[in-house]
């Protein structure tokens, strides 16, 4: 399951929305990310083609790392 927060903060003079992105497995963080934008509008399409991205790949993405064969390993 994955899940987003947006916050908005002052840098200086100007406002910047700093965005985080995460997701768990059994009760434990397997993925996280974030960035930082100038505008609310380029922050939410960041998170949500992310949290697409993170679940459309659900079952291949684990804590940033793919499965991989014994085999494969020793071919290439």
Known sequence: MAFYSINK???GERT???TSVKQKNKGKIVFSKSKTFTSRSPALKWERGLISQLEADETNFTAGYREVTFG???VD
């Open 9 to 11: 903060r002052l840098r």
């Open 16 to 18: 910047v929305y700093s």
């Open 72 to 74: 494969y390993l020793i």
